[in-house]
Nanobody
Framework: QVQLVESGGGSVQAGGSLRLSCVDS????????MGWFRQLPGKEREWVAR????????VYADSVKGRFTISRDNTKNGVYLQMDSLKSEDTAMYYC???????????????????WGQGTQVTVSS
């Protein structure tokens, strides 16, 4: 059963922007951390950004710092990923993830998250 639903992917030219959305479709537990990961063709999935839902603290991978912005949508229990100045190397399947626990921070490993979406494709042409 899919519990996180991503949207907003698509094709864009280099230098353009896209905004990804991720909504919790019905998970009943409390979510403390949300993050975005991506999987480039032929590569392993890598962490992109994360946000602590309670504090709003955000952290980014060096490859996207200054270009991507993760933000929370408390009304929909979800997050956004605003992607600006896109590059061809940003082409990937992007996944939303959720997890965490009370009293702990948020981290960047896949096993720190127990809820995942099915992914949304982002293609950047040069």
């Amino acid at each position: 059963q899919v519990q996180l639903v991503e949207s907003g992917g698509g094709s864009v030219q280099a230098g353009g922007s896209l905004r990804l959305s991720c909504v919790d479709s019905g998970h009943t537990g409390r979510i403390y951390c949300m993050g975005w990961f991506r999987q480039l063709p032929g590569k392993e999935r890598e962490w992109v950004a994360r946000i602590h839902i309670g504090s709003g603290i955000t952290v980014y991978a060096d490859s996207v710092k200054g270009r991507f912005t993760i933000s929370r949508d408390n009304t929909k229990n979800g997050v956004y990923l605003q992607m600006d100045s896109l590059k061809s190397e940003d082409t990937a399947m992007y996944y939303c993830a959720a997890g965490g626990a009370a009293g702990f921070g948020c981290y960047s490993q896949e096993n720190d998250y127990n809820l995942w979406g099915q992914g949304t494709q982002v293609t950047v042409s040069s």
